[in-house]
T-cell receptor
Framework: GAVVSQHPSRVICKSGTSVKIECRSL??????MFWYRQFPKQSLMLMAT?????????EQGVEKDKFLINHASLTLSTLTVTSAHPEDSSFYIC???????????FGSGTRLTVV | AQKITQTQPGMFVQEKEAVTLDCTYD???????LFWYKQPSSGEMIFLIYQGSYDQQNATEGRYSLNFQKARKSANLVISASQLGDSAMYFCAMRETGSYIPTFGRGTSLIVHP
């Protein structure tokens, strides 16, 4: 139980275009999802906390207009990287907490390459 | 100040041996939770083990055990009988009371040699 499905797993896009990443909780309701960014051989950097039905809470230094987060339902949160640039190339991963479990369940991650 | 410190950037272990991955934490909150995750090269984060600050016994999950020393604020992960598939990054994390957001350490890269 407590599976989070993340798509796409890999995406290559042209500079200036937008990319949408989806995270779905398959067998539980995730009122809160977390979006992380991870650079090679580094830790997870929390970008924002996504709350169902309300605006996301962004961490300091994360551009809200660039990284649009929508949590339209209890099972779906999306991260859209708008007007992507090569420096946005990174590994993005979401997670959610199922209320009956202590751990946080992660998606499989999305490797974004902007060319 | 770092809330979670993992001092070992890389560790090597022989297959079938045990290995300890260090984690120390910093909090003034009396109630908190500690987690360990494994991240293989494919990128997904796999939950391994959880320890609550009020748990009387050290957590165990199969070959994983958590050596919880509350007074020293350490939560080391012990992997027994290492397998080649254990080669991965390992992250320690903490969640404090009132915050549902976990804080992650920098990670330790474990390589298991045949």
């Amino acid at each position: 139980g407590a599976v989070v499905s993340q798509h796409p797993s890999r995406v290559i896009c042209k500079s200036g275009t937008s990319v949408k990443i989806e995270c779905r909780s398959l067998d539980f309701q995730a009122t809160t999802m977390f979006w992380y960014r991870q650079f090679p051989k580094q830790s997870l950097m929390l970008m924002a906390t996504s709350n169902e039905g309300s605006k996301a809470t962004y961490e300091q230094g994360v551009e809200k207009d660039k990284f649009l987060i929508n949590h339209a339902s209890l099972t779906l949160s999306t991260l859209t990287v708008t007007s992507a640039h090569p420096e946005d190339s990174s590994f993005y991963i979401c997670s959610a907490r199922a209320l009956d479990k202590n751990g946080y369940t992660f998606g499989s991650g999305t490797r974004l390459t902007v060319v | 100040a770092q809330k979670i410190t993992q001092t070992q950037p890389g560790m090597f272990v022989q297959e079938k041996e045990a290995v300890t991955l260090d984690c120390t934490y910093d909090t003034s909150d009396p109630s908190y939770g500690l987690f360990w995750y494994k991240q293989p090269s494919s990128g997904e984060m796999i939950f391994l083990i959880y320890q609550g600050s009020y748990d009387q016994q050290n957590a165990t999950e199969g070959r994983y055990s958590l050596n919880f020393q509350k007074a020293r604020k350490s939560a080391n992960l012990v992997i027994s009988a290492s397998q080649l598939g254990d080669s991965a990054m390992y992250f320690c994390a903490m969640r404090e009371t009132g915050s549902y957001i976990p804080t992650f350490g920098r990670g330790t890269s474990l390589i298991v040699h045949p």
